[in-house]
């Protein structure tokens, strides 16, 4: 409990510090802070990647790989599994977190919707830094329509 309460502590205050200097840093200056946002994750998640495959299996398929991100790594991080994970079978995947910790404490009111793209950067070079280290390059983007509620789209290009 206490680790997960440091980490959105944490994570709060990385965002908070990268919009500190310039609340409202424009289109160019926003990128750069979701940009460092996301580089933060994915180093993140290349760490996980290397270290919590070791007491599983090794992955055959795409599948074996996005489920144990939404079982063994979201437990890691979050403590708790991803709500849901769906595919077309042809390389997208959708990650769903119906209660995504990051959002819940501003999920008591719509005027925050538009806040929650810089809580969801981190997460998402999270998860492309551990597919990369289980050698998986992929294109992760999220979306919140409703808050707590957050979709990971999880892109793989086929070679």
């Known amino acids: 409990m206490a680790d997960t309460v440091l980490f959105e502590f944490l994570h709060t205050e990385m965002v908070a510090e990268l919009w500190a200097h310039d609340p409202d840093p424009g289109p160019g200056g926003q990128k750069m802070s979701l940009s460092v946002l996301e580089s933060m994750g994915f180093r993140v998640g290349q760490a996980l990647g290397e270290r919590l495959p070791r007491e ?18 979201w ?16 390389g997208t995947y959708v990650l769903q977190d119906n209660s995504f910790p990051l959002l819940l404490p ?33 294109v992760v983007t999220a979306s919140v329509a409703a808050l707590p509620v957050c979709k990971f789209q999880v892109l793989i290009p086929k070679s």
């Not at 981190?122 to 990369?132: D, K, P």
């Open 106 to 138: 501003m999920a008591s009111g719509l005027q925050y919707l538009e806040e929650a793209p810089k809580f969801l950067a981190f997460t998402c070079g999270l998860l492309r830094g551990a597919l990369c280290t289980l050698g998986i390059e992929s």
């Open 75 to 90: 437990v890691a991080v979050f403590q708790k599994q991803m709500d849901s994970l769906r595919t077309n079978h042809q």
């Open 56 to 73: 599983t299996l090794a992955f055959r398929e795409e599948l074996d790989v996005l489920k144990f991100l939404c079982k063994d790594l």
